[in-house]
């Protein structure tokens, strides 16, 4: 109720309001609902061929009218194509999974995503349950993600997002590095299921490789490689990387999202530094605190529970500096826009020839 002296807003008609963008946090919570649903009871792989509401509920055993709603908010979200059945009132329509998300979303392709996107999505959500807590009490504890806690990351939702990206901004990273013909050595290190590096030596194959991880991720890594039929190229060294010898030698080292479990990263880099060949090349890909606040958007949700463990999200070009403190040359920042969940900074560093 208003009374005579309350204003009212007056939008203008045809510009959004300037609430909607929070107006559409609930409705975006509403999609992702309606994925996970739709991954949860398999729904893709059914609609890998053209289904109406009725022929889906039918073999779903689903209320055909939910269904129905549902069908229509995947296709809104551009998961599924919609066609008109017949010129007839109540209209239906056929839904098939749209070509583009058939690699992601359909279970039989190697780069399905499912597993992950639903990971990713409920544990946000038991993240964000307790974040008045958190403020109240102060940090997580750092070692919420413990060794096999990574060790069945890497079995499935790692996994499946360096198929989806990190395994391929990898590849072409490394092809644009001179000067490196013939057969190399290279180092995934914190590599997690060995993805990444199957992919370095697939692209490469007069070069051999080493994933460091872990014990127990180093195991699930070295099952990987020899799945792929690469053990005489690739193995797998188990231990801690701020501790154990990484051994040297190696002319590219490749290093995704790992330095901010480091302890101490000067010190890191600096191991890493001498794991190089003179010549060989540092290539670090982490998310950073962008100045820029529309990226920032994009960024600092994923990394908030993150930052609320006490690990350390670096401002924008912090880590470049720090690796031009440990020695390395020629540095080179590159945003990774099709990084898993959210965009980052590779950073590019040589130990320059003796
Ligand atoms: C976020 S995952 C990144 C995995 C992979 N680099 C990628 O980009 O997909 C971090 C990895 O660092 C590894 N890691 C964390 N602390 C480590 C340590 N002290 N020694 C070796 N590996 C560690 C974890 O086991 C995990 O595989």
Redesign the pocket.
């Given at each position: 109720m208003t009374n005579e002296n309350e204003t009212v807003a007056m939008p203008d008609m045809t510009q959004t309001h300037p609430l909607d963008p929070l107006w559409s946090l609930s409705l975006m919570s509403v999609r992702a609902d309606a994925l996970d649903t739709a991954l949860e009871l398999g729904l893709f792989s059914q609609l890998l061929r053209p289904q109406t509401a009725a022929t889906l509920a039918e073999c779903t055993q689903l209320d055909e009218a939910a269904l129905q709603a549902l069908l229509d908010v995947l296709w809104s979200m551009g998961l599924l194509l919609r066609r008109r059945c017949h010129s007839r009132v109540p209209c239906r329509y056929g839904f098939e999974l749209a070509g583009s998300m058939i690699r992601w979303l359909n279970p039989e392709s190697p780069e399905y995503c499912g597993d992950s996107l639903r990971f990713r999505l409920h544990s946000m959500r038991r993240f964000g349950a307790q974040l008045p807590q958190l403020l109240r009490q102060g940090s997580m504890a750092p070692e919420a993600a413990g060794?096999s806690s990574?060790?069945q990351?890497?079995q499935s939702q790692?996994w499946q997002?360096?198929g989806a990206a990190?395994a391929g901004l990898a590849v072409q990273a490394v092809r644009q590095l001179k000067e490196l013909d013939g057969p190399r050595r290279f180092l995934?290190?914190?590599?997690?299921?060995g993805?990444?590096a199957i992919a370095l030596a697939q692209d490469q194959p007069l070069w051999q490789g080493v994933v460091?991880?872990?014990p127990e991720?180093a195991a699930v890594a070295g099952q990987a490689i020899a799945r792929a039929g690469l053990s005489d190229r690739v193995r797998a060294q188990g231990?801690?990387?701020?501790q154990?010898p990484l051994g040297g030698g190696y002319d590219v080292i490749?290093?995704?999202?790992?330095l901010?479990?480091?302890a101490d990263v000067p010190k890191m880099l600096a191991r890493l530094y001498e794991a190089l060949a003179p010549g060989g090349y540092l290539l670090a890909?982490h998310a950073e605190l962008p100045d820029d606040r529309e990226l920032a958007a994009r960024i600092l949700p994923y990394y908030l529970p993150l930052r609320m463990r006490g690990r350390t999200l670096w401002r924008q070009g912090e880590l470049a500096v720090m690796m031009r403190q440990a020695g390395f040359g020629r540095l080179h920042e590159t945003m990774l826009e099709s990084y898993?969940l959210a965009p980052a900074c590779l950073v590019s560093g040589r130990r320059e020839a003796a």
């Open positions: 060794q990574w060790a990351a890497a790692i997002e360096q990190t995934d290190m914190g590599g997690g299921p993805r990444v460091f991880d872990q991720t231990g801690d990387m701020e154990t490749w290093c995704s999202s790992v901010h479990f480091c890909a898993p």
